[in-house]
């Protein structure tokens, strides 16, 4: 009878230690993946950055945005004033 119910107790203990395993492969498995699938895709695409016009300098013929553009009154585009002031000189 002692033995039966040693036996009944290691069963116990070892059904115990399974499930406790499965909860933590489980816990571990779901909040990687509650971290990872949630707030990755959003962060990590990259807005499509609007593709810029390029535009050479009249002075240096150094191309850049055209944002970044200065023009002088004759219509010239130039990297920079120093470029601007350079080439009307
Ligand atoms: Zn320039």
């Known amino acids: 009878m002692r033995f039966v119910i040693l036996v009944v107790i290691l069963l116990a203990v070892i059904v115990w230690f399974q499930r406790l395993k499965k909860n933590l492969g ?6 990687g ?20 016009a390029m535009v050479a300098c009249a002075h240096c013929g150094m191309h850049f945005p055209a944002s970044e553009a200065i023009a ?9 004033t120093e470029h601007r002031r350079l080439h009307a000189s």
């Not at 489980?26 to 909040?31: A, V």
């Open 72 to 80: 002088d009154s004759s219509g010239a585009i130039f990297c920079s």
């Open 26 to 31: 489980r816990d571990r498995s779901s909040s």
């Open 33 to 52: 993946g509650d971290s990872f699938p949630g707030a990755m895709p959003a962060s990590a695409a990259p807005e499509p950055t609007p593709v810029e």
